[in-house]
């Protein structure tokens, strides 16, 4: 898994929304929420 711009910025948006780094591992897939 590599970290290409598109994934930042879901992960960026997911945070500001208020969701869980659990919740945005298993939406991105193939990462941890400690990777999160």
């Given at each position: 898994?590599?970290?290409?711009?598109?994934r930042v910025e879901?992960?960026?948006?997911?945070?500001?929304?208020?969701?869980?780094?659990?919740?945005?591992?298993?939406?991105?897939?193939?990462?941890?929420?400690?990777?999160?």
């Amino acid at each position: 898994m590599s970290w290409t711009e598109e994934r930042v910025e879901t992960l960026k948006r997911m945070w500001a929304e208020g969701q869980s780094a659990s919740q945005i591992a298993k939406e991105l897939g193939g990462v941890t929420r400690n990777a999160v």
